[in-house]
């Protein structure tokens, strides 16, 4: 029997084929790798590159109806910038299809070296793959090689947050949760925007660009940039002039419905369009059960 002290190998991420002596250091000028099966990149060309600030992105349907995505940064790439790259374009997919995306391949390529470098980490696995279904939010064919190089480069100045609106936190209590998506409001606003201001406008510009893709993203909620302000400093202040039940359905509404509007938001930003996400929503179940969720919500709220 195995020692419950003995000593296991437990990697995050191993490189395969060679060392790399400067490890995360170690500067490399491409990564490529394939996200889940061919039925999500049917919209893509056997072969074809397209250009951003961030850098080309090349993809490449293999004989094995796989599709490789290639990313050759305009930057220094190294271990953890070609990892956010992969998951960069996972968490663009998240965003506009509503699906997660399973890894199958990564490999990197050193700085001057012709071989590529096999990437193990613990997401690949390719008996999870899947394949497009009429529940998808945008369909994938609306994910264009354009926009995954137009995102690469939004990204580099997104810091990763834009992984918390396409994954909001779930499992943890809902003041948790709704602190967590209030905070977003301010860091996706000042990556998107750049002005200097208020929690508040802030709070209302989105809701703006929100409310464009869909007018009734979060109705009924009355005055919707001042809920959220709200929930966001009793949270953060520990404001406690509420009772128990005001502010439990504070938590609830704004954690919610700031999940919408920032999802639209950035898919605004991507460079979706207005009427081309307003058409998705039309028959997205999971938007749909937020709005009647949200309803609901508000009608309970009103009758503390």
Not at 120 to 131: M, V, Y
């Amino acid at each position: 029997m195995a020692s419950m002290f003995q000593q296991v190998w437990d990697p995050l991420i191993l490189i395969v084929g060679a060392q790399l002596p400067d490890g995360h250091a170690a500067t490399l000028d491409a990564v490529r790798f394939v996200l889940d099966s061919p039925g999500w990149w049917e919209q893509l060309p056997n072969a074809g590159s397209a250009k951003s600030e961030a850098g080309e992105v090349l993809c490449e349907r293999g004989n094995d109806g796989l599709m490789r995505l290639e990313f050759r940064p305009s930057f220094t790439l190294r271990l953890r910038s070609a990892d956010r790259a992969v998951r960069s374009v996972m968490t663009l997919i998240k965003l506009a299809v509503d699906v997660d995306l399973i890894p199958l391949c990564v490999q990197v390529r050193e700085t001057g070296q012709t071989d590529w470098l096999d990437v193990k980490t613990r997401d690949q696995d390719s008996n999870k793959t899947s394949w497009p279904d009429p529940d998808n939010l945008l369909p994938p064919a609306s994910v264009t090689l354009e926009r995954i190089a137009r995102w690469l480069a939004i990204e580099q100045s997104m810091d990763g947050l834009a992984a918390a609106v396409a994954d909001p936190v779930k499992g943890q209590a809902i003041q948790v949760q709704a602190l967590v998506a209030c905070s977003l409001v301010e860091g996706i606003h000042k990556r998107i925007d750049g002005r200097e201001r208020t929690y508040r406008e802030r709070a209302s510009d989105l809701h703006e660009i929100a409310q464009r893709v869909a007018p009734n993203v979060t109705d009924p909620v009355t005055s919707w940039a001042d809920l959220v302000k709200t929930t966001r400093h009793d949270l953060a202040h520990h404001n406690t002039v509420r009772s128990f039940e005001e502010h439990f359905y504070n938590w609830l509404i704004s954690e919610s419905s700031v999940s919408w509007v920032l999802r639209l938001c950035l898919l605004s930003h991507a460079g979706f369009g207005d009427q081309e996400i307003a058409e998705a929503l039309v028959n997205h179940q999971r938007y749909e059960f937020y709005r009647e969720n949200l309803k609901m919500h508000v009608q309970e709220q009103a009758a503390i």
